[in-house]
Structure formats: C-alpha cells, structure tokens
C-alpha cells in the first residue's frame, strides 16, 4: 500500500512537471509563426526568435536610442525597431530573442536595410537576449556556420 | 598515543592528502589553461567579416560543464546510496547519501552562479525565467536543499534517513529533465545543446574541458571522502554518547540497588 500510494505520488509529480514545463517553454515564436499569428496577437507583447541579417542602422525613436534590423528565422523575415541598449554581443548571424509587439507602418530608415521584409509591418521591441550556438571551435580566422536564413549553424 | 587521537580525530589520511595536494595542483593547471592559455571563442562573419562569439567568457565553460556533470554524478550516488540504505538499512549508505546530497547541492549551487556570470555578458541577462534548463536546475538545487533541511530538522536519526532517502529519490527525478530539457524543448530555451555531443569542441578547448572534468572529479572525490567521512564520526560520537549515557544510567541503577539493599540490610 506505502509503495502505491509513493507512486501515484511520484506520478502526480511527474505528471505536474511535464505539463507546467510544456506550458511555461512556449516562450518565444519564430518568425514564420510570428508573422502567421500576427492577427491573433494583435497588439499583445509576445517574444520572437531569429538572426538579426547585416544591415543594422542606429537611429533614435521617441527620443530614445533604437538599432532598426531586419529579423529572420524558418525562412520568414520582419523588420525590427529595438528600442533602447541592444544586447552585448548583439550582432549579425547571432540569433536573439526579441520581446515587443507587432505595428502597423515601415521601419524608419527602411531605405538603408540590406534585405528589409517591408510588409507594411515592424516588431517594435524593447527587451533583448542572445540565443548563442553550442560551436566551441576556436581556429584563427575561422568564419562562422550561417545558414541560409542566417542562423548559426 | 598522540598518533592514535590524529588518526582518530581527523577526516585526512595519508591517501586523502595526496589526494588533496593533487587536486590543488590539479585546479592551479585548470585555471591557468582556462583562463590564459586557450584562445578566446571569436569567429568571423562570412559576409561582414566582423567578429562574433562569445568572446572571454567562454573561459567558464571549462568550470561550468564539468560541475554540471559531477552535479548529476554527486546526486546519482545519493539516490543509489539512498535505495541501498532502504534495502539494507546500514549508517554507511545513509552516510553516502548524506555526503553525496551535501556536496551536489554545493556543486548545483556553483552550476547557477558560473551559469549566471556567463549568461551576462553572453546573453545579455543574469537569469531567463523561461528558461527550462535554469528553472529545471534551479527546481533540482532547491529540492537538495530542502533534503539537507530535513536531515537536520528530523532529530530520530532512523526516520531522518529514512525520509531523507525517499526524498533523495522523488528528487533525481528532476535530473533527465535537467539533462534532457534542451534536447526536448529545442528551439523553446535560450541554453544551448550538447556541445560534446555534437563534438563541436577541439584541440586545445577540446583538452581544457578533459582537464576540467578530470580536476573536478577529483574535487567531487576529495570533498565526498571527507564529508562521508565526517558524518561516520559525527555518527560514531553521537553512539558513542549514547553508550556513555547508558553506561552512566546504569551506573546509577546498580549504586542505588546497592543502597537499597543496604537499606534493607540495616
């Protein structure tokens, strides 16, 4: 009976794991789905994943700094306003995980961006972090694995 | 008899000491390749030609993932330790459960700093809450230190290691999860995959992270022995108070039995 009711408990356990852990991962979208879910998200924060593609332009926006650039990831692309200081190492061909909402209009300075989405539409963000690769080889010169959409390989 | 109080009032043995001295030398060498000797991570973009990486800090990956690692291993033996003393019922699986749960919880503690010093400047925070690999780790820390807490909080040392076992094991539930996490919730967490399991590491970065892992093995190992062996003593004391005590109490019974009798007597 002790080694029964320890299991349903450990199974209850697990069982809460799992399901809290599956709810609480869905933290970021890529762009693809992002740009699929634009009506349901409508002017809702939500958080977005991708590789910034070179071209960045620094401008400044409501009187405060941004860095405009244009998103990519799953082969789908956005512009992007960020808002305030961008991450350290932020850079071309590191993707990051931006958090802000989707708005109407072209990003300023569209002119300037290499590749830019120009949809009509820009994810106006103003929280940054860094998706770094698990690529530890170090060799002089070495040039990084960017794949097709920009994502580090 | 003063080397019979140093053998007995001591954790360190000869073996244990140069165990030590070698893990000393050990840390000195890990540290100096870590930290000097290995080539920053820089790489250059194919079209920009400008540099990306991680730049210096990837120097703590050489202490990061091997703490990791012996983290797993530290609470792998206090859950196998724990089973064996729920079948066997003996103070030295108890013992080693104990050991091993205090000393991985040290080492998880030491897993979420170095993580944090490096998330900074690499992803540009201290902490993600979203993040399954952080929060699974952080769930595993707190779950051995509520473990450590029961141990003391439990003054029958039988029920405390009997709930501190039952504990142990519900709790090393969480590591797959832990270890798994980035491979189940890929692209769902900042926290990169495997990099040994991509081999995606060589020549001298390759060799520092071996290092690493060899020297702080040695750490896990040097730590585990003198803690076990503190909690032997500690357990040896606490019996041999007991037996003082009983030995006193009887005492006592057998003066007065002996007055009462002499009372009788007169």
Not at chain 2, 21 to 26: A, C
Request: aromatic content about 8%; some cysteine; glycine content about 10%.
């Amino acid at each position: 009976m002790p080694i029964l009711v320890t299991l349903l408990v450990v199974a209850a356990i697990v069982g809460v794991l799992v399901k809290t852990l599956g709810d609480a991962t869905l933290v970021f979208h890529e762009v693809d789905a992002a740009v699929e879910l634009r009506a349901d998200l409508g002017d809702g924060r939500f958080r977005v994943v991708g590789t910034p593609l070179p071209g960045l332009l620094e401008t400044r926006v409501d009187g405060e700094s941004a860095v405009v650039f244009t998103l990519c990831s799953a082969g789908a692309y956005a512009d992007v306003v960020h808002v305030g200081d961008p991450a350290e190492l932020f850079q071309p061909g590191v993707p990051v995980v931006l958090q802000g909402a989707w708005k109407a209009g072209s990003v300023p300075g569209i002119a300037g961006l290499d590749a830019p989405a120009d949809d009509g539409w820009h994810l106006r963000t103003d929280h940054m972090v860094v998706k770094h690769d698990n690529d530890y080889r170090v060799e002089e010169g070495r040039q990084a694995d960017i794949a097709a959409c920009g994502a580090t390989g | 008899m003063t080397e019979t109080m140093e053998t007995t009032d001591t954790t360190g043995s000869r073996g244990s000491r140069l165990l030590g001295v070698v893990t000393l030398l050990g840390l000195a060498t890990l540290l100096l390749f870590a930290f000097a000797l290995t080539e920053p991570d820089v790489r250059l973009h194919p079209t920009t030609g400008q540099e990306i990486g991680q730049f210096d800090a990837v120097r703590l990956l050489y202490l990061h993932v091997p703490l990791a690692v012996f983290t797993y291993v530290a609470f792998v033996l206090c859950a196998v330790a724990s089973a064996g003393y729920l079948v066997k019922r003996t103070a030295w699986f108890d013992t080693m459960a104990y050991a091993a749960a205090e000393v991985g919880t040290v080492f998880c503690g030491l897993v979420l700093v170095t993580g944090s010093i490096w998330g900074r400047p690499v992803w540009n925070t201290w902490w993600e809450w979203g993040d399954v690999r952080l929060m699974t780790t952080l769930v595993l820390f707190l779950m051995f230190t509520g473990y450590l807490a029961l141990r003391r909080a439990t003054v029958d040392p039988r029920a405390s290691a009997r709930r501190g076992a039952v504990v142990a094991l519900v709790a090393v539930l969480d590591l797959p999860i832990v270890n798994r996490s980035v491979e189940w919730w890929e692209n769902r967490t900042l926290h990169q995959k495997s990099t040994l399991g991509e081999l995606k590491i060589q020549d001298l970065t390759l060799f520092t992270l071996m290092l690493g892992f060899l020297v702080l093995g040695l750490v896990l190992a040097w730590l585990l022995l003198h803690r076990f062996r503190v909690g032997w003593l500690e357990r040896e004391d606490a019996g041999h108070g007991v037996a003082t005590a009983i030995a006193e109490r009887r005492a006592d019974i057998d003066e007065g039995d002996v007055d009462a009798a002499v009372g009788e007597g007169a």
